[in-house]
């Protein structure tokens, strides 16, 4: 079974560049995450998906953040303009269904440098 | 949930021996305690859960146990291997029990 997949992997922008990260989700999971992981810390929940359907934004900087999941498969996740603090590793995930204690299944991650 | 507290944030062990690592969760209606492991340049991977029915659970090297009254759950591995070296997060579900947070992380290494 193939798990979820990201790109790109690495990326080094200046600030108030704009940059967008893609995620495909494995197959038939109805939930989609995107976190971002700074150095030393833990996975933080940035928006939540059910389907193309958003469930969860209320950490996501929207000013600057977005994201979408078109027909519920693929997402992207999108940051316009960067600012140096948002370096970080941008994780995607995905789980059968919407609930706290369904396995979430991670991806290899983006890791976005900041200048 | 809300506020998952792990501690410690670094742990050295020799190659044999026992790793605890420990978390405190906030919400008492919290159910799920689920424990993941992340490799260097990899996502996290979920490597043992118990739900609150249970006190304690294991799965050949790894245990975790849980307090609902103390609201902590510690994860245990025993005989600790050099493939066991990588960070480790507790995570608690929210007060909607749609999301879960994670604690802080613990790196643990193991020395040979």
């Known amino acids: 079974e193939a798990g979820v997949a990201q790109s790109p992997r690495y990326k080094i922008i200046e600030k108030r560049q704009s940059v967008a990260f893609w995620c495909n989700p494995i197959?038939?999971?109805?939930?989609l995450y995107w976190y971002q992981q700074i150095l030393g810390q833990g996975p933080k929940l940035l928006i939540q998906?059910?389907?193309?359907?958003?469930?969860?934004d209320s950490q996501l900087p929207k000013d600057r953040f977005s994201a979408e999941r078109l027909k519920g498969v693929d997402s992207t996740l999108k940051i316009q303009p960067a600012k140096l603090e948002d370096s970080a590793v941008y994780l995607c995930?995905?789980?059968?269904?919407?609930?706290?204690?369904?396995?979430?299944?991670f991806g290899p991650g983006t890791r976005l440098t900041v200048l | 949930g809300e506020n998952v507290e792990q501690h410690p944030s670094t742990l050295s062990v020799q190659e044999g021996d026992s790793a605890v690592i420990k978390c405190t969760y906030s919400?008492?209606?919290?159910?799920?305690f689920p424990w993941y492991k992340q490799e260097l340049g990899k996502g996290p991977q979920l490597i043992i859960d118990?739900?609150?029915?249970?006190g304690e659970k294991k799965d050949q090297r790894i245990a975790v146990t849980l307090n609902k009254t103390a609201k902590h759950f510690s994860l245990h591995i025993t005989e600790t291997q050099p493939e066991d070296s990588a960070v480790y997060f507790c995570?608690?579900?929210?007060?909607?029990?749609?999301?879960?947070?994670f604690g802080s992380g613990t790196r643990l290494s193991i020395r040979p």
């Open positions: 995930a995905s789980s059968l269904a919407g609930v706290s204690y369904n396995e979430q299944f």
């Open positions: 197959s038939g999971h109805a939930t």
């Open positions: 998906f059910q389907n193309n359907g958003v469930v969860d």
């Open positions: 919400d008492s209606a919290s159910n799920y």
């Open positions: 118990i739900r609150s029915n249970v």
């Open positions: 995570a608690a579900p929210s007060s909607s029990a749609s999301k879960i947070i």
